[in-house]
C-alpha cells in the first residue's frame, strides 16, 4: 500500500529463495527533492510525475506548504500538483526543515527569492559531519553575507556577482543550491568542476523547461545565463538508480534472476561493471533502457572504490559490500565521498561477515554460507537496506533496528517488490 506510512519499528528478514521476477521502479527521491525545492523560483501550477510516496517527500511537502505553496499529492498516482502563485518566507517551518538534508536545497532558490533569509541546520543520514562549509564560502564569493551558527544558517544577498566559480570538489548539494540560485541572476556565470549526477542533470531539464538559459559543457563545468522570470513546469521525475541498484544486490544475494525494464544503463555503469566483474550476468536492453540480471553461483568479491558521479556511488557502497560478503575471496573497499560511511561494518560483522574497516578504508573476505540472522542497528537509509538484504542470505531471521524510519525515507514499497519476487520480509512495528 502506497502513502504516508511513517513509523518507528523495526524490518524483519529470513533467509529466502533466489529472487526472482520483473519489478518496476519508482521515481528518484535524490531527482525529486531538488526539483520539489527548484519550484520555489517559478509562480503559478506545475505538476510533477513519478513522485515516491516517501517520507523525506511528505517533508519536502510541509516545507512548501509553509511557504504559501498549495500542493495535492496522489499517492496512488505518484502525481503531485504544486501552485507557487503565493510564496512568503516568513512562516517557513523550521522543524521539517532540521529533519533532513535535502532541506538544505532550499537555501538557494529562497536567497534567490527573498534575499535575508535563515534556514534550520539540515538533519538527515548519520554518514559523516556533513557541513555546509562550501555552501558558505562559494556563496560569500558571489557577494552574498552567508553564515552559520549552531542551529540556522543564515544568508543575506541584495544580489549576486556573476561570476566564474571553481568548485574544489564537486558537491551534488552546493551544485544543486549554486545553480538555483544563479538562473535568475543577470549576466553569464559558471560553475567548473561541477557534481553531473544523473540527479542534478535532470534539475537541469527542470530549469531548462521553466524557461532557464543553462548549459553543461565538457569538462563538467555550467553555463547559467540568468533571465527574468521563469514558469511553471510538467515534468516526469526520472526512475530511481538507487532502488535499482538495490534491487539487483537483492538478486545477487539470493542468487537469483530479475529483470527491471525502468533501469537506465548510462545511470548504472560502474555498478553494473563490479557486478559482471564479480561473475553475474547482465543483460542490457536497447539503447541502454533495461536491465536483465542473471547471478552466477560463485561469485568473486571484487574490490571498489566510491566517487563522484561517474564514479561508482557512495550510496551504493554498503548495499555493494553486501553482495560482496556473499562472494568468494577478499576485496578492498575505499570510501572517499563521506568520512564515516562505514556504521554498518560491526552491524555486518555481528551477522557473521569479515570486515574490517578503519578511517575510509575496509577489507573483507566473503564468508559465502555462513552468514546468520541477528539484531542489527541501521543508521541510515542505504545501511538499513544493505542490512536487511544480506538478512535475505543469513540463516534465522534478522531483525534492522530502526531500519523502518530510514526505509520509509528513501524507499516507497521496495519491500512490497521485494515480496512479488519471493523475499521474506517485512516492514514490523513495536
Ligand atoms: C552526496 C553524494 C550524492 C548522494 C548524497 C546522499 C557525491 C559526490 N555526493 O550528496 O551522490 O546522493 O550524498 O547520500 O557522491 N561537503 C563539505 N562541505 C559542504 C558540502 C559537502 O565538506 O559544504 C563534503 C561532504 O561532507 C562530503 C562531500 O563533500 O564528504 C560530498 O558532499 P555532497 O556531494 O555535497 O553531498 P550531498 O549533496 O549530500
Given at each position: 500500500?502506497?502513502?504516508?506510512?511513517?513509523?518507528?519499528?523495526?524490518?524483519?528478514?529470513?533467509?529466502?529463495?533466489?529472487?526472482?521476477?520483473?519489478?518496476?521502479?519508482?521515481?528518484?527521491?535524490?531527482?525529486?527533492?531538488?526539483?520539489?525545492?527548484?519550484?520555489?523560483?517559478?509562480?503559478?501550477?506545475?505538476?510533477?510525475?513519478?513522485?515516491?510516496?516517501?517520507?523525506?517527500?511528505?517533508?519536502?511537502?510541509?516545507?512548501?506548504?509553509?511557504?504559501?505553496?498549495?500542493?495535492?499529492?496522489?499517492?496512488?498516482?505518484?502525481?503531485?500538483?504544486?501552485?507557487?502563485?503565493?510564496?512568503?518566507?516568513?512562516?517557513?517551518?523550521?522543524?521539517?526543515?532540521?529533519?533532513?538534508?535535502?532541506?538544505?536545497?532550499?537555501?538557494?532558490?529562497?536567497?534567490?527569492?527573498?534575499k535575508d533569509i535563515k534556514i534550520a541546520m539540515p538533519?538527515?543520514?548519520?554518514?559523516?559531519?556533513?557541513?555546509?562549509?562550501?555552501?558558505?564560502?562559494?556563496?560569500?564569493?558571489?557577494?552574498?553575507?552567508?553564515?552559520?551558527?549552531?542551529?540556522?544558517?543564515?544568508?543575506?544577498?541584495?544580489?549576486?556577482?556573476?561570476?566564474?566559480?571553481?568548485?574544489?570538489?564537486?558537491?551534488?548539494?552546493?551544485?544543486?543550491?549554486?545553480?538555483?540560485?544563479?538562473?535568475?541572476?543577470?549576466?553569464?556565470?559558471?560553475?567548473?568542476?561541477?557534481?553531473?549526477?544523473?540527479?542534478?542533470?535532470?534539475?537541469?531539464?527542470?530549469?531548462?523547461?521553466?524557461?532557464?538559459?543553462?548549459?553543461?559543457?565538457?569538462?563538467?563545468?555550467?553555463?547559467?545565463?540568468?533571465?527574468?522570470?521563469?514558469?511553471?513546469?510538467?515534468?516526469?521525475?526520472?526512475?530511481?538508480?538507487?532502488?535499482?541498484?538495490?534491487?539487483?544486490?537483492?538478486?545477487?544475494?539470493?542468487?537469483?534472476?530479475?529483470?527491471?525494464?525502468?533501469?537506465?544503463?548510462?545511470?548504472?555503469?560502474?555498478?553494473?561493471?563490479?557486478?559482471?566483474?564479480?561473475?553475474?550476468?547482465?543483460?542490457v536492453g536497447k539503447n541502454g533502457q533495461g536491465v536483465?540480471?542473471?547471478?552466477?553461483?560463485?561469485?568473486?568479491?571484487?574490490?571498489f572504490k566510491t566517487g563522484p558521479f561517474p564514479g561508482?556511488?557512495?550510496?551504493?557502497?554498503?548495499?555493494?559490500?553486501?553482495?560482496?560478503?556473499?562472494?568468494?575471496?577478499?576485496?578492498?573497499?575505499?570510501?572517499?565521498?563521506?568520512?564515516?560511511?562505514?556504521?554498518?561494518?560491526?552491524?555486518?560483522?555481528?551477522?557473521?561477515?569479515?570486515?574490517?574497516?578503519?578511517?575510509?578504508?575496509?577489507?573483507?573476505?566473503?564468508?559465502?554460507?555462513?552468514?546468520?540472522?541477528?539484531?542489527?542497528?541501521?543508521?541510515?537509509?542505504?545501511?538499513?537496506?544493505?542490512?536487511?538484504?544480506?538478512?535475505?542470505?543469513?540463516?534465522?531471521?534478522?531483525?534492522?533496528?530502526?531500519?523502518?524510519?530510514?526505509?520509509?525515507?528513501?524507499?516507497?514499497?521496495?519491500?512490497?517488490?521485494?515480496?512479488?519476487?519471493?523475499?521474506?520480509?517485512?516492514?514490523?512495528?513495536?
Amino acid at each position: 500500500m502506497k502513502g504516508h506510512r511513517v513509523s518507528s519499528g523495526y524490518i524483519l528478514v529470513e533467509k529466502s529463495q533466489p529472487l526472482v521476477g520483473e519489478v518496476k521502479l519508482s521515481g528518484a527521491k535524490n531527482a525529486v527533492l531538488v526539483i520539489m525545492a527548484s519550484l520555489l523560483l517559478t509562480r503559478g501550477k506545475s505538476v510533477l510525475r513519478n513522485v515516491p510516496a516517501i517520507a523525506d517527500v511528505y517533508d519536502m511537502i510541509k516545507i512548501l506548504q509553509s511557504l504559501g505553496a498549495q500542493v495535492q499529492f496522489d499517492a496512488t498516482a505518484n502525481i503531485a500538483e504544486i501552485d507557487t502563485t503565493y510564496l512568503h518566507y516568513e512562516s517557513l517551518d523550521q522543524q521539517a526543515v532540521k529533519k533532513f538534508r535535502a532541506s538544505l536545497l532550499i537555501f538557494g532558490p529562497l536567497l534567490a527569492q527573498f534575499k535575508d533569509i535563515k534556514i534550520a541546520m539540515p538533519g538527515g543520514d548519520a554518514i559523516g559531519a556533513r557541513p555546509v562549509d562550501y555552501h558558505i564560502k562559494n556563496f560569500k564569493k558571489l557577494g552574498a553575507h552567508v553564515f552559520q551558527d549552531q542551529d540556522f544558517l543564515y544568508g543575506v544577498a541584495n544580489f549576486f556577482f556573476f561570476f566564474r566559480l571553481i568548485l574544489d570538489y564537486p558537491s551534488v548539494g552546493f551544485t544543486e543550491n549554486l545553480l538555483m540560485a544563479l538562473v535568475l541572476t543577470q549576466g553569464e556565470s559558471w560553475i567548473v568542476n561541477a557534481a553531473l549526477e544523473p540527479e542534478v542533470l535532470d534539475l537541469i531539464a527542470v530549469l531548462q523547461q521553466m524557461g532557464a538559459d543553462v548549459e553543461v559543457m565538457p569538462p563538467a563545468m555550467i553555463r547559467i545565463r540568468g533571465v527574468k522570470h521563469l514558469k511553471s513546469i510538467d515534468h516526469t521525475v526520472i526512475f530511481d538508480r538507487l532502488e535499482a541498484a538495490s534491487i539487483l544486490i537483492a538478486g545477487a544475494i539470493t542468487k537469483g534472476d530479475i529483470f527491471i525494464p525502468d533501469a537506465q544503463v548510462f545511470n548504472l555503469e560502474l555498478f553494473l561493471m563490479k557486478l559482471s566483474e564479480m561473475g553475474h550476468e547482465i543483460i542490457v536492453g536497447k539503447n541502454g533502457q533495461g536491465v536483465h540480471f542473471k547471478s552466477c553461483q560463485n561469485p568473486q568479491a571484487v574490490s571498489f572504490k566510491t566517487g563522484p558521479f561517474p564514479g561508482f556511488p557512495t550510496d551504493m557502497q554498503a548495499l555493494m559490500m553486501a553482495a560482496q560478503t556473499v562472494a568468494t575471496g577478499s576485496c578492498s573497499v575505499v570510501e572517499t565521498v563521506f568520512e564515516n560511511r562505514f556504521l554498518h561494518v560491526p552491524e555486518m560483522n555481528k551477522m557473521g561477515a569479515n570486515i574490517q574497516a578503519t578511517g575510509h578504508f575496509a577489507s573483507m573476505q566473503g564468508v559465502s554460507c555462513q552468514l546468520y540472522g541477528a539484531d542489527v542497528k541501521a543508521t541510515d537509509i542505504r545501511a538499513a537496506c544493505a542490512l536487511a538484504l544480506l538478512g535475505l542470505a543469513a540463516q534465522g531471521q534478522t531483525r534492522v533496528l530502526d531500519g523502518v524510519h530510514h526505509w520509509k525515507r528513501g524507499y516507497e514499497t521496495l519491500d512490497e517488490k521485494l515480496r512479488s519476487l519471493g523475499a521474506k520480509i517485512e516492514l514490523c512495528s513495536f
